[in-house]
């Protein structure tokens, strides 16, 4: 079976007509065209752009979009939000189709050819070729000091990489022996596999292209171990924290850390356009503030920010409403549309060998999930306008079967406490806590991002209840970045944080979040490190059901049928939702969007979600723009 796609994301023009080369100059880009810095507008795109038709008002140039941000390491965002990726999913119905691929073609879900646009240039001006991908796969993902583990599993199927053909330079060509169903949805989520590299940049970094003196000097300037170190630190086109690493995104970030503001300037090579052939994106700059986490409310409320949603919470919605009578935006909830927007997650690695052992008895994950008052979480923290339950799938997702969500997620504390009894959790302290086997309070912390008040108010709720059961709750913040870190170590007992980002897969996407394949599932760390490094980090799964897990899902990655994959995710939600390995709280929330009523293009009503979606990325974030003097919506 072929499967051929052409039309870019969102777009309806197959062709690029010469009449919309006569469209004026990006206003500033205007005097670096006339003194000979830049070439003209068409001769900045590609022969044939991405053409965006996608119904929305054909804007107008210039503005600043002023964003806020908690830490550095946010200006990924602007990756994230961009989303230029190599194929992308379309909003109405989630489909992948080409975005800077002109076009691509699948057989047998195995043999994938990729089309590059004719004429595409990264953003200081070289051509984007197959050489871009020749060089990351060869000399990068492939080089025994540079990637030690190998590729990333994205690009492995059974253990096996694919085979890589140039084919032409615009075409390449990936053939896996077996069917590799992740590779599209790898390439369009919000933090994508880069499967290329602008290998004309990267060449000088690297010990097999670049001048040995040069590489050596770079080393000792940047402070770093070796050339491997220095290519490496270069390499990041996700975290986008280089100001000279070039990329196809619709704005390059311009100064790198430290600093208080951040600001993304228009790539002049963005290989999209309007329907009238204006090059996008229209808004001048991206200006992303740094500010303490618990201030982002306060300043939005404030005007300082044009669109905002991270840092919001749905507890933050009256008091944002309020502030829509005082300074000049609207706001709007848009639908999630995680399995669960918050979770705990017991920690089956954990370093602890007595917490490891009680959390890896299922009658302790069942008996605190019982434990939690869901329908009291969801009236007093979302208005009784969530779907209380597990983490699992979504009402709207036809894999979804209430038996999922409704597993030992009654709050019953009289079974709470029998399963416990059950354990031989019976002694208790004076102050009515059971005490773990080793004699010490059952005082279990959790372990917060700390990066909103609803987190700190979920975790108040269920601390009454759980204390009922005879276990006490303590919650500690920390910063993201560390919290992970104590999780992937196995110093962390139990996390709050997001549920499964696909709460409304079908059977031809990935069930990943549901198997140990990733340290990034807080609930088996180590299991999924081992997965993710071929045996080099992490420790092997040792509990039958997590490691049956494993099987079904690389079992999904070769299935060849939709009636296999469907199966394969049943089975996947049965267990999840027996073994209880995360505790899902409350479902279909929704999230405040705070848009200026100067900027437009912006949809009032759409889905919030990480992957897919990309949060605002899949809703074309280059095609906003500003208007003055106009306090209308669209």
Same mark, same amino acid.
């Given at each position: ?82 989303? $230029?990726? =190599?194929?992308?999913?379309? @909003?109405?119905?989630?489909?992948? /189709? ?5 076009? *691509? !073609? #699948? ?36 080089? $025994?000091? =540079?990637?030690?583990?190998? @590729?990333?599993?994205?690009?492995? /199927? ?5 085979? *890589? !053909? #140039? ?468």
């Amino acid at each position: 079976m072929i499967r051929l796609v052409v039309a870019p994301l969102l777009a309806v023009l197959l062709f690029w007509p010469a009449t919309l080369r006569a469209a004026d100059e990006v206003p500033s880009l205007q005097a670096l065209v006339d003194d000979g810095t830049l070439p003209a507008m068409a001769d900045r795109i590609p022969d044939e752009p991405f053409v965006v038709d996608n119904g929305r008002e054909i804007g107008t140039y210039g503005s600043d979009w002023n964003m806020l941000i908690t830490r550095s390491k946010d200006t990924r965002l602007l990756v994230v939000f961009g989303y $230029a990726r =190599l194929v992308g999913y379309t @909003p109405a119905n989630l489909e992948i /189709v080409p975005d800077i691929l002109e076009s *691509f !073609e #699948v057989e047998e879900e195995r043999i994938f050819t990729l089309h590059l646009r004719e004429g595409h240039r990264w953003s200081d001006g070289h051509p984007f070729t197959a050489e871009d991908f020749r060089y990351w796969w060869e000399d990068v993902a492939n080089h $025994a000091e =540079l990637s030690p583990s190998g @590729p990333p599993t994205a690009m492995l /199927v059974n253990g096996e990489p694919p085979v *890589f !053909e #140039v084919i032409d330079e615009t075409t390449v060509r990936y053939t896996w022996a077996d069917p590799n169903p992740e590779f599209l949805p790898t390439l369009a989520s919000a933090s994508p596999t880069f499967i290329y590299r602008p290998a004309h940049f990267m060449k000088q970094f690297h010990a097999d292209y670049g001048d040995i003196e040069d590489i050596a000097r770079m080393v000792e300037e940047k402070s770093k171990t070796s050339w491997t170190a220095l290519h490496n630190a270069e390499d990041d086109m996700y975290k986008f924290d280089s100001a000279t690493l070039p990329t196809l995104q619709p704005w390059t970030i311009t100064n790198e850390a430290p600093a208080q503001r951040f600001i993304g300037a228009r790539n002049p090579f963005y290989y999209k356009v309007d329907a009238e052939g204006q090059q996008l994106p229209y808004i001048d700059r991206v200006l992303m503030n740094v500010v303490d986490s618990k201030l982002i409310p306060l300043k939005t409320w404030a005007g300082e920010a044009d669109l905002q949603a991270r840092g919001l919470s749905f507890n933050d919605y009256t008091f944002l409403k309020e502030g829509e009578e005082h300074n000049d935006f609207s706001v709007h909830l848009w639908q999630t549309a995680r399995g669960s927007q918050l979770a705990l997650f017991p920690n089956l690695n954990a370093a602890d060998d007595v917490w490891r052992e009680v959390i890896r008895d299922i009658r302790f994950r069942r008996a605190m999930s019982l434990a939690v008052n869901r329908h009291e979480i969801n009236q007093v923290i979302y208005y009784g306008l969530g779907i209380p339950g597990q983490n699992t799938v979504l009402p709207e997702s036809p894999l979804y079967e209430a038996s999922y969500r409704e597993a030992y997620a009654e709050f019953d504390l009289d079974e709470a406490n029998r399963l416990l009894d059950d354990m031989g959790l019976t002694e208790r302290n004076s102050s009515g806590v059971r005490l773990l086997p080793d004699g010490r309070p059952m005082e279990i912390i959790v372990e917060t991002a700390g990066e909103n008040a609803e987190e700190t108010d979920i975790l108040e709720l269920i601390h009454d209840s759980w204390l009922a059961a005879g276990v006490k709750l303590f919650s500690k913040p920390l910063q993201r970045e560390v919290l992970r870190n104590r999780v992937f170590a196995g110093l962390t007992n139990m996390s709050i944080w997001f549920g499964s980002e696909n709460g409304v897969p079908s059977a031809d996407m990935s069930p990943w979040e549901f198997a140990p394949s990733t340290q990034q599932l807080f609930q088996w760390p180590r299991w999924g490190q081992y997965f993710e490094t071929g045996g080099e980090a992490g420790v092997p799964i040792d509990m039958d059901q997590p490691a049956r897990l494993m099987e079904l899902y690389l079992t999904w990655r070769t299935a060849t049928s939709q009636e296999e994959r469907q199966a394969i995710w049943q089975e996947m939600l049965e267990i999840n939702a027996q073994g209880v390995y995360s505790i899902g709280l409350v479902a279909g929330t929704l999230q405040p969007i705070v848009v200026s009523n100067r900027m437009r293009n912006v949809p009032g009503d759409a889905l919030f979600n990480w992957d897919p979606g990309a949060q605002f990325g899949m809703y074309q974030p280059e095609t906003f723009f500003f208007v003055d003097g106009d306090n209308g919506r669209p």
